[in-house]
């Protein structure tokens, strides 16, 4: 155990690639490898901290830039390194929000230097990570499974891949019941946008009839006119737990709201705290999908928690392709929120490939157990590392760009928002 | 040094009494004791923390139960030592925002708790508790002068007490002289509704020629209609770094802000997380005055830092007369926040009894350097602490009222909000 001031010595960033199943969403179709940039941050004491985030270019290069400022910072004064961060970090577009302010830039760029932070203050204490955040408030976090309609395999595979087609309600069905079967989910969530509106409204309805108990969402990735995302919500209504994001924009949400009878979500008109004041004012949406990697970390992940409940907002938590660090992260942090309102997202079961010792985490009843471990409760497994760095090296990605591969099968697919 | 999960053995709860000057407000007058009660909570490791809050009547039968039903809790697992508290919180009412619900009942009574595990968390890990909530982004924090109308002494005392009158402007300003020049104050804040307004504003232009520099706050504690607040705000514009708490409610804070040209605070109607959404609606107001003692603890009152942040509200910091405990908590609070945009509130020079050993704030330049000690970096003089508690037995106070004091020495006064 060490106390006391612990300061950073250095830190290293690792692209890696991780091998990704053809799965479909509004913009294209993932691409056979996804990119992650693992953080691991040393220090004085020789304790060292791991974060997890994305890797495409632009912003390895903001985490290098970040990763210079940091150094020489106490892992305890998080808000001062928000700040050598802050001074760093340039506006940028994504694609979900178009243009997303300093801020915005700041807590994406920050978050997993925070999270490897909060890892070495854990260890240094004897304490999970958890206990950081004021306490597990919660013995297990609840997920639901994630449906994706997806190709049998990637174009020019020999073989289908091990889940093979989901094309159709019938395929949808199979795959949830291998998901609810294989981990016990309790709530289901449809990656729509993919086919037409009244295919995936087919393919709920027949989810609601396999599953007659399970909470359904239905998320198009902002693939519909406010239009039609109304009709959507009219015939799902008493179907859906939430519709996620059936429409871009804070104002397009909010126009959607006023008609539909479910809850919105969202984890794309709000995924800043510049967001929060006009999707309020709005009444835009009425749940917000958490995630450390764009809201700053675990510490503003629990400010935007505590924003929900002030405003009775709902609160969920979104997933992207992830691998076990950001997953003991995310954890972490909603033991820890007493109003997680919703199960979280994940795409564990998609992922065949990690980084981290052993298997850290085994799904019960949908749910994973709070690591009681200190730290995050996960270890690096440094051949695994190795390996998946030079599968990043081999691969030859360096941006995710579905819409791109989609194009090299579909010749002329493009990028539609909405679509419908 | 301790680490590891460390258990709540038994809660210790001491009311005490200190001597309080003749301060006049716009309910009355400050009575010759004011009354704290002492949190002191022990623990399986040996590790005791340190919590100050209110004393009167019904709130330390809240904090008897309270303290009953934490007893075996992780000092770490602060959110589950929150929900133990809620469990047995009551909606109460408050003088300053009438009857306030479950949620705002439990942030009052959890508050001393959670500070005292924080201390019991510093302690155990070797840092300050600046460092449990991000660490200090500043070395000092910054407090302005607080200057009251006053009388000479206490009705009935044989000599003028240590600070004289100050029953008009040239009162005012020597008193705001003395502030100065013994504690470098560098911003200025007078406590009105005592006297009809044109006399209030007689007595800021008086501090406005004597001190150019100085920014100036005038806080009447909701003495005025909003036609009357509008009035002084424009008789005073110019003039106030911020109008605080001129007239009551949301509804009639919003009115004034209409018209105001600086900033409206508040430490009346937002009080608790449920008036955030209904003010930040009706934009009642710009700046609030946080106040860990009933936003729920350091915790919590970050949340409201960034709900602030979020919504572009400025933040103070509200004092009530407070003992050394409590100002440590603000000190360590106010040095980890980025967005203090304003100089905090304190009492302290008007306190001259204390419950902590020695002197370990000295305000230089108007500020106090923030402790490096673990936890609050303050520790208990028993020898005090056993005076102030035998003060409490013997001045026959038990709930503080102001109005009630008044009456005694002007027959017929009455609590009137608005009075101009």
Redesign the interface.
Known sequence: ?T???IRITSVTITPVAFIDPPLLNSVGVHEPFALRAIIEIATDAGLTGLGETYADEKHLAALHAAATAIVGA?V?????I??RVRAIAAPETTIASGLIGQSAATDRVFSPFEVACLDIQGK????PVA??L????REEVPFSAYLFYKWAAHPGAQHTDDWGPALDPDGIIAQAKRMVDGYGFTALKLKGGVFPPDQEIEAVRALRGAFPNHPIRLDPNAAWTPETSISVARSLAGVLEYLEDPTPGIDGMAEVARHASMPLATNMCVVA?DH??PA??ENAVQVILSDHHYWGGL??S??LA??C????IGLSMHSNSHLGISLAAMVQLAA?V?NLTYACDTHWPWKTEDIVVGEPFTFVGGSLAVPDRPGLGVELDRDALARLHEQYLSCGLRNRDDTGYMRQVVPGYERMQPRW
Chains 1, 2 share one sequence.
């Open positions: 155990m106390t006391g001031s106490d305890y004064h998080t808000e001062e928000y700040r240094a204490i004897g304490l206990d950081l004021g306490g597990a408030v705290f929060l004041s309020i004012r510490r503003r629990k400010l505590g924003i409940e002030t405003f009775g820890t007493p």
